[in-house]
């Protein structure tokens, strides 16, 4: 022991001594250690957002890196130093805003480190190299407020700064696979993406979605390059993909990717691995969300296959995949096959985890509802009282357990409603009252108030108390009121949810309630009545309102933006109906999700910069007393509503009716019921597929339509004759299939057309009446269209836009192959209607036209910078049935017209000429008098309940559009030129546009009494 006591203390003295008075220095290693640890602080601080916590740390290492320069003094180490210095400078030039000196030390820095590199060459210093030669292109974008530019190259020096910081790990994939998690995890912690600044500058800040998902991108390419397309390894980059889609809300990319995954688990542990189930999984999960059932209980029943075959089938996995698949069964009808799952599932549950375990919920609320649907209400009473027992335990807040909790309330609402049907009334009322003191107490949407209210008035009409019933209803459609503005009012609803929204939730129960008991109250059917006034036609007005809003603004970034948003629609609508047909499914989607993106981006940023939300919140309120101030003593408003029937004492809906109200002058409301919707809808059917024999160049035979117009007369107006004899003048505004019919050809059981006796005119809804306003057609321009030349050469129509000196900002689409077999015929009938209206406008009324004929009648014409007086287009229509065309969700895209160069256009698969809906919105249309689409087809589109016609109709009433004339069928062309011009004539003698085009079509009707001659305009809008 000695021995090596005496060894150590030979080497301690061996060893080198300090200097009196200085610390030791320190070692390369202990430097280059020291600073990777305050660099690792440095990350952390950062991915935390602790930004002074960062700061200080990278002045450490500033600090750090200059005494290691002194220590070990060499030519790289003073140059990173100098680099530091210049860095500092350049942070407190932008601090100060001198950014023209902030821009000349990056330079100064980009040259030094290219000397560098130059000197000690690598590839991280290569990476330094380009991203300063990146920085200094964004600098002059952001100079040249090129600033989507500019964003694009932010997004790549962060790419490139991310390939950097992996660029000494031995595995790149999995260095970028963590930094992608890292700022997937900041995209969690981070704030709304900002914009550009005050200034023009592009935040220094990065976008963490945008630069993880290009991460992971960059880390797949590598994979793949590395290990082959179907690797395993490929599945977690995939997943990670997955998992930031579906937090972003891009579900179009996410299918192709679970898919991917799954195929690749296949490939490499065949079809029945367990190791497939977590990606079938996946995929099912998706199905379900998106209601896509068949095929989630497809992919359910083969992972209830696998599990049950590798491993016990009582494991806890197995009940959550049986309760998953019974789910899906319930949404396809499958109830006793559900039911056996669920009971399957529970037992394994409570084997497992007892019978009081929050993980039961889901399969006793399940039960629940089966026992309910199938009429098995003790059971199903028995199963809520044993759910809520559980979530009593959950809860135990008093004075009711569970008050906050929407499981409890959605518990106690099935209670209630197990109640009701087995006709336990008073405990059914009780814990409906419940759940209205439970709503006051807490934070819910109006929607638990009014779903709650609506429940208790079916309750009170099932048990006799009518008037309270009918209080309560009102009660009820206030807080939906309030529910629906919430939904109108955020941009954050797609047009499709805001649709749905309306649909789930109609006031068929209280009009049921109306109609049923009409002697409830002495206002019973004006408050029904001023009801269905609001609430039709609402999502239309916010549209309108919108694009008003942004159309007329004075705002240039207002101005700038909606340019924007109508040339993304177009791209949106080139991609939907004119795809390329090589394009991949997985592309087009991606793309598609893109375009949408930007599109609702550019929306908030519009809601956001402007008074939409206040306009919306002073919505106009239409009832009967304002609307019957507004009538002429000769008019009747006359108001048809589709609703569904619920049958109070039997408890269920029926099949839906057409209600008619009828105001007259004096606010005297009367509600009809015109019986079954199918009844009325096959009588229309049956007009409009004799009238549309004219698409087959027959003519359609008049005895049989005029006997459908009897039976339509019969059953629609007849009903109301005592109360709209003493008029002259109807004013309509119809519902579903109600608006594809003309009520000018109905038959009186005089033999008699209702245009022989009645002025005939449509709106869309009640407060459309507030805006109606006398016409003044004197002074300001038209615009007249006629003529097209559809087999214009796409080489002549370039010419002839720059000859007329045309801008062309939108995006061109390819046709699909529906669209490519359309062919348009000349109508030459159309220039001399176009220079007759031309006179009139010029001679009459004073005004400059615009008539663009032949050549020049391309499609950039129509889109005029501001509103003309009166808009005039006399050319073909086109509507494609929902199943002539694939991938078409939108209805605006369906119909359109046609102009210049179109047939060359389809020739070449491509939209040139071919104007739809979609392509309408957004047109300065806010002081134009009167809009006539002298062309087939122009009025008829998708009909959506209380939002009328979904096409051009709509596109020209949202564009701000007082009047439209409209045809509902093909028409033929020489007898529409005849009406035009008669129709102009009338409106030159001061005739109302309303008069005008009842004394033009009994003009035709004279020589040509068959109705497709001259019943197929009709006027929507002021009369």
């Known amino acids: 022991m000695k021995k090596y006591i005496l060894l150590f203390f030979f080497v301690a003295l061996m060893l080198p001594k300090p200097l009196v008075g200085q610390n030791a220095q320190k070692s390369q290693l202990d430097y280059e250690i020291e600073i990777k640890k ?19 740390i990278v002045k450490k290492i500033g600090l750090m890196k200059e005494k290691f320069c002194i220590d070990y003094p060499n030519k790289a180490c003073l140059n990173e130093v100098e680099i530091s210095k210049l860095w500092d400078q350049h942070f407190q030039f932008y601090k100060d805003k001198k950014y023209d000196e902030a821009r000349a030390i990056v330079k100064k820095i980009g040259l030094m480190q290219e000397k ?52 000494n790990d031995p595995d790149m994939t999995t260095c970028l696979i963590r930094r992608a998690d890292l700022l997937s995890g900041e995209a969690n912690r981070s704030g709304p993406e900002q914009g550009v600044t005050i200034h023009g500058r592009i935040p220094t800040s990065h976008y963490p979605v945008e630069a993880a ?50 195929e690749i688990r296949e490939k490499n542990s065949g079809k029945n691995h367990l190791e497939l189930v977590s990606s079938l999984e996946n995929l099912a999960t998706f199905y379900k969300l998106f209601n896509r059932y068949t095929e989630g209980s497809a992919l359910y029943e083969r992972i209830l296959k696998i599990s049950e075959k590798a491993q016990n089938s009582d494991q806890i996995d197995v009940a959550l995949f049986l309760n998953d698949l019974a789910y899906c069964y319930i949404h396809t009808g499958r109830y006793a096959e559900a039911e056996s799952l669920l009971n399957r599932s529970l037992e394994i549950r409570e084997k497992n985890l007892g019978k009081s375990h929050l993980k039961l919920i889901s399969s006793l609320a399940n039960l629940a509802f089966i ?32 008050v906050y909790d929407k499981d409890v309330l959605d518990c106690l609402k099935g209670l209630a409603r197990s109640y009701y049907k087995s006709c336990r009334y008073d405990e059914a009322e009780l814990l409906l009252n419940k759940i209205l003191t439970i709503y006051e107490q807490g934070s819910f949407a109006p929607i638990v108030a009014a779903d709650n209210l609506r429940s208790l008035a079916i309750l009170y009409a099932t048990t006799g108390r009518h008037e309270e019933s009918h209080q309560t209803f009102l009660r009820s459609e206030l807080f939906m009121e309030q529910m629906k503005n919430i939904v109108l009012e955020h941009s954050e609803y797609s047009e499709g949810q805001t649709i749905s929204f309306m649909n789930l ?41 919108y694009e008003t809003t942004f159309a007329h603004s004075n705002q240039p970034y207002i101005i700038e933006n909606f340019k924007l948003l109508k040339q993304i629609r177009n791209e949106i609508m080139n991609l939907r109906l004119f795809k390329h047909n090589r394009m991949e499914e997985d592309e087009y989607r991606t793309e598609l999700w893109k375009l949408e993106k930007k599109k609702k981006e550019l929306e908030v940023k519009l809601l956001r910069e402007s008074r939409f939300s206040e306009l919306i919140k002073e919505a106009r309120k239409v009832t009967a007393s304002n609307l ?41 409301v009367s509600l009809v019921d015109l019986g079954a919707t199918e009844k009325i809808d096959q009588h229309i059917s049956a007009y409009l597929k004799e009238i549309n024999k004219v698409k087959e160049q027959k003519l359609p035979n008049r005895l049989k339509l005029d006997r459908e117009a009897k039976y339509l007369y019969d059953l629609i107006i007849k009903p109301i004759e005592s109360l709209v004899n003493t008029k002259k003048h109807l004013l309509i505004s119809p519902d579903g299939k109600l608006n594809l019919l003309p009520f000018e050809a109905l038959v009186t059981p005089s033999g008699e057309y209702l245009l022989e006796k009645y002025q005939i005119s449509y709106v869309s809804a009640g407060r459309d009446v507030l805006d109606f306003s006398g016409s003044d057609f004197a002074g300001g321009t038209s615009l007249i269209m006629a003529d097209p030349d559809y087999d214009m050469g796409l080489q002549d129509v370039e010419k002839v836009k720059k000859s007329m000196g045309v801008k062309t900002e939108r995006v061109r689409g390819e046709v699909c192959h529906s669209a490519r077999g359309l062919r348009f015929t000349r109508l030459p009938e159309t220039k001399d209607e176009a220079n007759a209206i031309d006179s009139i406008l010029k001679n009459v009324f004073n005004q400059k036209v615009r008539n663009y004929q032949n050549s020049q009648a391309i499609e950039e014409m129509l889109y005029p910078s501001t509103s003309p007086k009166v808009l005039h287009i006399a050319t073909h229509g086109y509507f494609f049935e929902t199943e002539q065309l694939d991938n078409i969700e939108n209805p605006m895209l369906r119909s359109g017209i046609v102009l210049s160069g179109v047939n060359s256009a389809l020739k070449e698969g491509k939209d040139d000429g071919m104007v739809s809906g979609e392509k309408i919105l957004g047109l300065p249309l806010k002081g134009t008098e009167l809009v006539v689409l002298s062309a087939c087809e122009t009025g008829v589109g998708d009909v959506q309940r209380g939002e009328g016609v979904f096409g051009l109709k709509r ?3 949202l564009s701000g559009a007082k009047s439209l004339v409209m045809s509902l069928w093909s028409v033929p062309s020489t007898e529409t030129t005849e009406l035009m011009k008669e129709f102009y004539t009338l409106l030159s003698q001061g005739k109302t546009k309303a008069e005008a085009l009842r004394q033009a079509k009994l003009s035709i009707m004279k020589n040509k009494p068959n109705p497709v001659y001259w019943g197929a305009f009709v006027l929507t809008g002021s009369p």
């Open 955 to 957: 596109a020209f009433i």
């Open 628 to 668: 019957a101030a507004l009538l002429h003593q000769d008019a009747v408003y006359i108001d048809f509503a589709k609703t569904a029937i619920y049958d109070f004492q039997n408890k269920k809906f029926g099949t839906p009716h057409y209600l008619l109200f009828v105001l007259g002058e004096k606010e005297s």
């Open 213 to 262: 998902e290009m991460v992971l991108k960059e880390a797949l390419k590598i994979s793949e390059k590395t290990h082959g397309k179907d690797h395993p390894d490929i599945v977690e980059i995939l997943d990670k993909q997955i998992k930031l889609y579906v937090k972003t809300g891009r579900f179009a990319e996410v299918e192709p990717l679970l898919k991917r995954s799954l």
């Open 116 to 167: 560098q590199c130059m000197d000690n060459p690598n590839k991280a210093c290569l990476y330094k190299i380009e991203i300063r030669k990146l920085e200094e292109q964004k600098d002059q974008f952001i100079k040249d407020k090129k600033i989507d530019e500019a964003k694009a190259i932010v997004k790549k020096i962060g790419l490139m700064k991310e390939r950097m910081y992996c660029i």
């Open 371 to 402: 026992y309910d649907s199938t009429g098995r209400f003790a059971e199903a009473e028995a199963m809520h009282k044993r759910l809520l027992e559980i979530l009593q335990k959950k809860n135990k807040e008093a004075p009711y357990p569970g």
């Open 38 to 56: 305050l660099e690792e602080q440095a990350v952390r601080f950062m991915n935390n957002h602790k930004v002074d916590e960062y700061t200080a």
């Open 505 to 545: 939730n109609t006031p068929d129960t209280f009009f049921s309630h109306t109609i049923m008991y009409m002697n409830t109250g002495k206002t019973a059917i004006t408050d029904t009545f001023n009801r269905w006034m609001q609430w039709k036609g609402s999502f239309l007005e916010r549209q309108s309102r």
